[in-house]
């Protein structure tokens, strides 16, 4: 099944360690997108990319980097986690990134700063 | 500024109808969408409204009106495993998506 793979779903780090996230999609979709989700909050876009075009939101923290070596893989690396970098990472995909496309999400993971 | 606002949390009785509002202020609007959300997973896609009107998929609706800046959610013939978190998000003129916080459906038996 065309599907988004985030690995792994739980990561724990320490504070100031850096951590690397894995994103990788079976579906073909130009556009990846990463996002921060706080508890009970709403999905933060952090970063975009249309094919390797990289879209840095403004108010994404330096501490946050992305890599996309190719259409179906992308990393988000959190070069110095601290504890309000705690939150759930969501993944997604988009066909085109067209109005209607939907997004594609992975099921996320779940990093732990201690 | 952008801006989504939706209910915290509401609760409804298993079998029954519930209605979901959200409010959007973009800057250009290409449509909306609602996504439901389980606790500890993924959003899941439901709806995408671009023009005026209600939208039919099963037991769930999604309704638009542009020129009010207004969408909802209609869920029908609720069961348990409705309960979740439902997402609004609008798409902007830089077909950026703007999400809200979600409402958090409590369904009772």
């Known amino acids: 099944d065309a599907m988004v793979i985030q690995n792994p779903r739980y990561q724990v780090t320490q504070f100031g360690k850096p951590v690397t996230l894995s994103c990788s999609q079976t579906?073909?979709?130009?556009?990846m997108y990463w996002y921060q989700q706080k508890s009970s909050q709403a999905p933060k876009l952090l970063f975009h990319y249309y094919d390797k075009d990289f879209n840095n939101e403004a108010d994404t923290p330096d501490n946050f980097q992305s890599r996309r070596p190719n259409t179906s893989f992308c990393f988000l690396d959190i070069r110095s986690p601290g504890l309000g970098d705690a939150a759930m990472y969501l993944c997604?995909?988009?066909?085109?990134?067209?109005?209607?496309?939907?997004?594609?999400f992975g099921p996320g993971t779940r990093l732990t700063v201690l | 500024g952008q801006n989504i606002d939706q209910p915290t949390e509401m609760t409804a009785t298993e079998g029954a109808i519930v209605q979901i509002n959200c409010t959007y202020q973009?800057?250009?609007?290409?449509?909306l969408f609602w996504y439901q959300q389980h606790a500890g997973e993924a959003p899941t896609f439901l709806s995408y409204?671009?023009l005026d009107g209600l939208e039919e998929k099963g037991r769930f609706s999604s309704f638009l009106s542009r020129s009010k800046g207004y969408s909802y959610l209609l869920l029908k013939e609720l069961q348990m495993k409705d309960s979740a978190s439902y997402l609004c998000a609008a798409l902007d003129s830089n077909y950026q998506l703007i999400w809200g916080a979600g409402t958090k459906l409590i369904i009772k038996p």
């Open positions: 409204n671009v």
């Open positions: 973009t800057s250009g609007f290409n449509g």
């Open positions: 997604a995909t988009s066909s085109r990134g067209q109005p209607g496309d939907e997004q594609f």
């Open positions: 579906l073909n979709h130009n556009v």
